[in-house]
């Protein structure tokens, strides 16, 4: 059971933050790791409150959070008999982009995140997905233009026609539908941020306004200053950032790299 720490004078002096997560495990995925570590500098900075729906890593139990709030999923009455007919399993997903199980999620979502809005207020939203998680930002997309300022983190892409082949699936109706709610969440968003650069431009066609709002934040992050990097540095601004990350002796050190680092 999560204790709040005494953190009440500090909520009312530091900005409030609230971050909606679909997981926080820090050693399951890159996601969870990178999203743990933001959680973790923010929480240094800002007051935080955190809504997450799925996994939460033990780290984030250890840091100074203002409040911890899970949302409990469940799967709808009836899906497992649903899911057993193929049409009545395909055909809401082909025009909506959403199954029964998946909507029925959106719809718990969307209730967590009105209440939690609805019972205080916060001066910014920090959306974080994983993976093909993105019921988050789905939910909080149908909260517009009245959840006020929010930013985006940008893992991976979204819907799965925009994985890169040969992972991508055909744009029917329901991927157009996801496409274009997740167009409108990145021109009313304030900010995006994305682990590599390769992904804000491979994602820039399909969602014109990333390219004057997106930011890279590596996986490597923690190792920098709280610094939000451009997404198109001048090459000296470059050299300095990475001149900042701490060497590893060949040596002594076994270095395992992220592939989307690499990126």
């Known amino acids: 059971m999560y204790k709040k720490p005494n953190v009440q004078s500090m909520d009312k002096k530091k900005a409030r933050i609230l971050i909606i997560a ?6 399951r995925t890159s996601c969870g790791l990178l999203n743990t570590k933001m959680t973790e500098v923010l929480s240094q900075h800002f007051a935080v409150h955190l809504l997450v729906g799925g996994r939460v890593g033990q780290p984030i139990f250890e840091l100074p959070l203002a409040s911890i709030e899970q949302v409990k999923l469940q799967q709808p009455t009836g899906w497992k008999l649903l899911g057993k007919v193929p049409l009545l399993r395909s055909l809401p997903e082909k025009l909506t982009g959403f199954n029964h199980a998946s909507y029925y999620k959106l719809q718990q979502w969307t209730k967590a995140i009105k209440h939690k809005l609805a019972k205080d207020s916060y001066d910014l939203v920090l959306l974080l997905g994983s993976g093909m998680g993105w019921y988050a930002h789905m939910a909080f997309s149908n909260l517009l233009p009245y959840a006020g300022k929010f930013v985006i983190s940008i893992h991976d892409p979204f819907p799965m026609a925009m ?3 040969p992972y991508n699936v055909p744009i029917d109706n ?10 409108h969440l990145v021109e009313q968003a304030a900010g995006c941020y994305a682990p590599s650069q390769r992904l804000i431009e491979h994602l820039n066609p399909a969602y014109p306004a990333l390219a004057s709002k997106a930011v890279v934040v590596p996986h490597l992050a923690h190792q920098l200053p709280f610094l939000l990097q451009p997404a198109s540095p001048p090459a000296e601004k470059q050299v300095a950032l990475l001149a900042k990350i701490q060497p590893l002796n060949s040596s002594t050190h076994f270095l395992l790299v992220h592939m989307g680092t690499l990126l």
């Open 22 to 27: 679909e997981e926080l495990e820090y050693d």
């Open 174 to 183: 329901g991927q157009r539908q996801l496409m274009k709610r997740f167009n």
């Open 163 to 165: 994985l890169p082949e």
